[in-house]
């Protein structure tokens, strides 16, 4: 009786505050979001609210630029997410050697990923403008002499490569650590049985690092279908295209359309709703994503 | 099965994470809760660059009236319409922020305090006191500004070209080919130092020459957003898309969508343009790069009419007072201060670097672009500033900008003024 009470106490003391904060910083703001999406709200305190059915729904589905934004997410994340973990799983490979220093190029790896995207975009719009272009006079290299960011499928590569730059130092530590999990006498006998390197890391460390993969294919889809940040500083949309006849900002991923909607062109409702819109896309393909790497994984 | 659930529910939460941050924060009315209430105005500066000079203005007027004035200011490329939102929201209202123009005007109608028997209001033209409220009104203009085509005297008179002479679109034109002709002896890149990469240089800037060059700029700009004007068949639309296809043309074309602001100030400033699609506030950048050049403006010249003579001049922000706050006597006497003593008179021309728009100021400005622009001022060479109307909706950033940019890469005129005429339709039917 007296020990069950504390128990509870002690559940209660420590859940309370993380519960609170959890409820009051994403459970209230998503259950508003969803409600401000159905209403003509305009995120100026005190103006009045009105209820207005789906017509914010209509308008966003509506929007070609929507449309071209997310098409160019999804083109976004499917490049970054292969190209990430690629990266990232060749970096953990690497640094899992037997090297001199390999600690420290653990940490070089992943130091990117502590610098902030705003920062992060700034710095690579300077090396895409001013360094790169410099460096191509230098070689004499064409493709290196405008720079990354003047054409839309060029300033789209630039938008990869540094998410890539970004991230991969993160994705790497998940992959080090499934890398280390790998048992040594599996591989130990089959390198006895006559397996080679290829084999042994085909049949045995990818079946058994196979958890890592799930986490990290999700964590990199995710977080590149939310991507913002680098976005915005980087590139800002520019530079335009055209799409179904209009002319569009060519590198806006969906985060940063919905962005400009609420707070540019000052339709909060509809941005509300095109957030709706993506979450319920984004649950869709995480939850694909997560049964199908799920299938691949194996249990000791 | 455990851990399957485990990753769904995972999953499940890391998205709605995801969405929260879409979400608007919780509303809510909270009254200005500050310490030393009456004591202490907040005002939200929408000009970084100004930002020192107006705590230095702020500190002695502290010191005379013992009450204190926070500026805080909204950072380069920060977004100000979203950021005042947040800060409306945040517990401290600002008891003094900027409106941009009618359009943020309508966003926050029911905030602002009549300001109409304030003393200042008799010493503006009345012309630039455009912010009204149901008459009532309700914007002290910060300053005004002026924009067109700053050029490079020295480099002008290397080519043989007098600023003076520049009225029509052909004394443009020839203008920019004689300087194209000799780039290579002048060490220029460019011949002008445009960008589309700020969506509000071409977006607001540029196209306000479309709408203002014209008789009764005001009622066209009402059609034109209203959806009534058929851009295709007006022969004005045919002179701007002139006017932009020049400027593109004779700038460093690849690069228009990464050049920003500070490369295409730098451009000019360094020597390398002759030309500068820009306006008096760039001066302060201008002094930073230790620019000892004389320059001036010439005007964005679209045809041959009398308004092509002209360039446009406005006032780009006004303070409005938020007539909640339990402070607004105090702030509007800061903002008096500013207009009507000699310390505020001070800050505005010599640490401020700003054309001031009341008609009591004595000191003259030492910039030479303020200069230039009171002398189009006092010859009524000015157009209107029309795109105020439309920022509040930010249609010029983010519809009309990309379709001049394009027009930039493909030069289909046919096309550049059909996607004008959809934009403007299409800005007339949206919602609110």
């Known amino acids: 009786m007296h020990k069950s009470t504390q128990d509870r106490l002690v559940f209660w003391g420590f859940l309370t505050p993380t519960l609170f904060a959890f409820v009051m910083i994403i459970i209230v703001p998503f259950a508003l979001g969803v409600y401000y999406s159905f209403t003509n709200w305009t995120g100026a305190s005190g103006a009045s609210i009105d209820f207005v059915g789906l017509r914010n729904f209509r308008a966003a589905l509506q929007d070609t630029r929507f449309f071209y934004s997310f098409g160019l997410t999804a083109l976004y994340a499917l490049a970054s997410m292969v190209v990430i973990n690629l990266v990232a799983l060749g970096l953990a490979l690497l640094v899992t050697q037997d090297l001199k220093l390999r600690n420290i190029y653990r940490a070089g790896f992943f130091v990117p990923n502590l610098i902030g995207g705003l920062v992060l975009g700034y710095i690579w719009q300077f090396i895409f403008n001013s360094a790169l272009p410099q460096v191509g006079k230098f070689l004499g290299w064409k493709f290196l002499q405008t720079s990354l960011l003047a054409t839309t499928p060029r300033a789209f590569a630039a938008l990869v490569i540094v998410s890539c730059w970004q991230y991969a130092g993160y994705i790497m530590m998940i992959y080090i650590a499934a890398l280390q999990n790998v048992p040594r006498e599996l591989l130990e006998a089959a390198a006895i049985d006559g397996a080679t390197g290829w084999q042994r890391f085909r049949h045995i460390t990818v079946p058994m690092i196979a958890p890592a993969f799930t986490v990290s294919v999700f964590l990199t889809l995710v977080n590149s279908f939310k991507m913002f940040d680098t976005n915005v500083s980087l590139t800002n949309g520019a530079p335009v295209t055209e799409f179904a006849g209009k002319t569009v900002f060519g590198t806006e991923l969906v985060a940063m359309n919905i962005y400009n909607t609420a707070f540019a062109i000052n339709d909060m409702a509809q941005g509300q709703a095109k957030a709706v819109i993506f979450f319920l896309v984004l649950v869709v393909v995480s939850l694909i994503q997560v049964s199908v790497s799920k299938k691949r994984e194996v249990e000791l | ?432």
């Open chain 2, 1 to 432: 099965m455990k851990q399957r659930m485990l990753a769904t529910l995972a999953a499940s939460v890391m998205l709605l994470g995801t969405l929260a941050g879409c979400g608007g924060s919780a509303g809510g009315n909270q009254n200005t809760g500050g310490t030393d209430a009456g004591k202490e105005i907040v005002l939200f500066n929408l000009k970084v660059e100004i930002d020192q000079a107006l705590k230095g203005l702020a500190a002695d007027f502290e010191k005379e009236t013992g009450i204190k004035v926070t500026v805080k200011s909204c950072g380069g490329g920060c977004d100000y319409g979203a950021q005042l939102k947040a800060e409306m929201e945040s517990g401290r209202e600002p008891d003094i922020f900027v409106l941009e123009g009618p359009g943020n005007l309508e966003v926050w109608k029911h905030k602002v305090a009549d300001l109409s028997n304030e003393p200042w209001v008799s010493e503006v033209n009345p012309d630039l006191l455009g912010l009204k409220l149901d008459g009532k009104i309700v914007g002290f203009p910060v300053a005004i500004e002026g924009y067109g085509l700053i050029y490079n005297k020295e480099i002008l008179d290397k080519a043989g070209v007098d600023p003076e002479k520049i009225r029509t679109y052909s004394d443009l034109e020839q203008a920019f080919k004689t300087i194209d002709a000799k780039k290579e002896e002048l060490g220029l890149d460019a011949v002008v130092s445009y960008t589309t990469k700020e969506t509000w240089v071409p977006g607001n800037h540029t196209f306000n020459i479309y709408l203002a060059a014209r008789d009764n700029p005001d009622q066209f700009t009402e059609d034109f957003l209203a959806g009534k004007v058929d851009v295709k068949s007006d022969p004005i639309a045919k002179d701007f898309a002139r006017l932009v296809k020049l400027l593109i043309d004779y700038s460093d074309k690849e690069n228009l969508e990464v050049i920003d602001y500070n490369a295409q100030v730098a451009a000019f400033g360094t020597g390398k343009t002759a030309f500068l699609h820009q306006g008096n506030w760039v001066f302060g950048n201008l002094k930073d790069l230790q620019v000892d050049f004389e320059m001036g403006f010439v005007p964005l010249a679209l045809n041959d009419s009398k308004y092509a003579a002209a360039i446009p001049v406005g006032v780009p922000s006004y303070y409005a007072v938020n007539k909640d706050s339990p402070n607004v006597e105090a702030a509007k006497e800061f903002l008096n201060y500013i207009a009507m003593t000699e310390r505020g008179h001070k800050y505005m021309i010599e640490e401020a670097f700003m054309v001031p728009a009341f008609k009591n100021v004595k000191l003259q400005p030492t910039d030479p672009l303020a200069k230039s622009i009171m002398k189009y001022n006092a010859e009524g060479r000015t157009l209107t500033w029309q795109f105020t109307k439309y920022t509040g909706k930010n249609f010029g950033m983010q519809k009309i900008a990309p379709i001049i940019a394009q027009y930039g890469k493909d030069g289909d005129l046919e096309k550049f003024l059909d996607s004008l005429d959809k934009a403007a339709k299409e800005y007339s039917t949206m919602t609110q």
